[in-house]
């Protein structure tokens, strides 16, 4: 019997192993003071979600890093696809940790955001 497996991706990067995602969505709320009271809030604004992964990456370990910091430095665009699906993300924060125990590869800790870009229209006047 031949079991069907989804490799996470990272764009063009599959990910050895994503030990956790965690997506983040958050609201701002503007709070106005009175003069006597509590302050009162009046708008609520949605704020760009964000997801957390975090892993370890064994095979061809270097490749990958490398590109990881080019998505970083270029502002790619990015999909990923795990247990969840995200698309038009930022890759906005990348640490990792090369110790003994991951002696091929390295452990990481990715902070990925979603970006609505503008597209600009033209008009006659």
Do not use: C, W
Request: cysteine-free.
């Amino acid at each position: 019997m031949k079991v069907n497996t989804t490799r996470i991706k990272l764009q063009d990067i599959i990910m050895d192993a994503v030990v956790d995602e965690n997506p983040s969505n958050t609201a701002e709320v503007t709070n106005k003071p009175v003069e006597k009271g509590e302050d009162i809030s009046d708008h609520m604004k949605i704020k760009p979600y964000t997801v957390r992964l975090q892993g370890s990456i064994v095979n061809d370990a270097p490749a990958k890093l490398q590109l990881l910091r080019s998505y970083q430095k270029e502002a790619t665009l990015l999909t990923y696809v795990g247990r969840n699906i995200f698309k038009d993300l930022v890759l906005t924060n990348l640490d990792t940790n090369h110790s003994v125990k991951n002696a091929k590869g390295f452990d990481y800790s990715i902070t990925l955001q979603h970006v609505k870009i503008a597209k600009p229209e033209t008009f006659e006047v």
